[in-house]
């Protein structure tokens, strides 16, 4: 079963523009990950956010996490058409095994 | 090699035939998963290797599936029978060590389907 569930499940911007995800999760965790796909590929891992902090940056990627509110979001600042991709995210909680949300399609317009 | 390899890349096959998906981890990672992705969906997870073990194979959908890992590397993912539902992307990736706090990788998946 799922556990992440992005939102919104489609989202279409301006190349310059900034693009916010949402991802909220069930039960408790022990980190939580970003993951980009893009058309036809595998996943590509993004950045990894533990339980213990509240925000971390990578680039152009700032991601805060919220484990009261058990959600956590992904931000691209100045995006880019490259950008444009499937942003899923995933929770390692108890078990070991990472549970993905059915992920959020970010069209980027030139 | 340098990332995570499939094969094959895809798989058309006849309703109630088997098919075998292999999936070669990058050099020196001990974990090992398998996921299945259907159009437009998420990963569902199916199972996970700690080296040759499979603790947990309870994401398998049913009896029809099966995986194996042996030396630690080479792990291949069987459906037996095959139905159209079936028909996904399998993805597999790969991880440093088994535990929590590790990135996967990746591969570009096997296209499975099922006429």
């Known amino acids: 079963s799922q556990q992440g569930e992005e939102d919104p499940q489609a989202l279409s911007i301006q190349e310059g523009e900034n693009a916010t995800m949402n991802c909220s999760y069930k039960?408790?965790?022990?980190?939580l990950q970003w993951y980009r796909q893009n058309s036809g590929r595998g996943l590509v891992h993004l950045i990894l956010?533990?339980?213990?902090?509240r925000e971390k940056h990578s680039g152009r990627l700032r991601v805060t996490l919220d484990t009261s509110k058990k959600s956590s979001s992904l931000l691209i600042t100045a995006s880019r058409a490259a950008d444009t991709a499937s942003y899923f995210c995933?929770?390692?909680?108890?078990?070991?095994?990472?549970?993905f949300g059915a992920g959020t399609r970010l069209t980027v317009k030139p | 090699g340098a990332g995570v390899s499939q094969s094959p890349s895809n798989k058309v096959t006849e309703k109630g035939k088997d098919v075998e998906l292999r999936c070669d981890p990058i050099?020196?990672?001990?974990?090992l998963y398998w996921y299945r992705q259907s159009l437009g969906q998420g990963l569902e997870f199916l199972i996970y290797?700690?080296?040759?073990?499979?603790?947990?194979k309870s994401g398998l959908p049913s009896d029809r599936f099966s995986a194996e890992r042996t030396g630690g590397s080479v792990s291949t993912l069987t459906i037996q029978r095959t139905q159209q539902e079936d028909s996904a992307v399998y993805l597999c990736?790969?991880?440093?060590?088994?535990?929590?706090?590790?990135?996967?990788?990746f591969g570009d998946g096997t296209r499975l389907s099922i006429l």
């Open positions: 990736a790969s991880s440093y060590s088994w535990g929590r706090n590790q990135p996967q990788h």
């Open positions: 050099s020196g990672h001990t974990a």
């Open positions: 039960t408790s965790i022990n980190n």
């Open positions: 995933a929770t390692d909680n108890n078990n070991n095994d990472m549970r």
């Open positions: 290797f700690q080296g040759n073990s499979a603790p947990d």
């Open positions: 956010i533990r339980s213990n902090e």
